[in-house]
């Protein structure tokens, strides 16, 4: 009986606690979703789409986030975010776009994202070289 009643408590507070949450995000494995959360206005959904695109970039058509990403990085209010968007374009190794950090470097406030920047362009050699 005792432990009845220690499921039926435990199985109500795992039910309170899934309807607290208001918006719990699931990714479906495609490109186009992340673009989506990316593109959205909802900070939430764009940590999100940083986040799974850091954890699994071999999964992410680089080339339909990473403009977006890049923006986010160079404009986003929210150092941490801006952080988080430069370690996601590491990660989806797009040259073309990542070419642009030399130039960043030079023009970046923050101390952080400036290390970052200078983390990834001595772990990238092949940045140097692109003109």
Known sequence: ???????????????????????????????????????????????????????????VNANHVAYDIYRMYRSHKNDKIRQMALVSLYKLEHYFLLKNLKDDLYKEKNPKIRKQIYAILNKMPVLSKLN
């Open 1 to 59: 009986m005792r432990q009845i009643l220690i499921s039926l408590i435990a199985l109500v507070l795992l039910t309170e606690f899934t309807f607290a949450q208001s918006d719990v995000l699931i990714w479906n494995g495609s490109s186009e979703e992340l673009v989506e959360f990316i593109k959205s206005n909802d900070e939430n959904r764009k940590v999100f789409a940083l986040q799974k695109i850091i954890m699994n970039p071999k999964f």
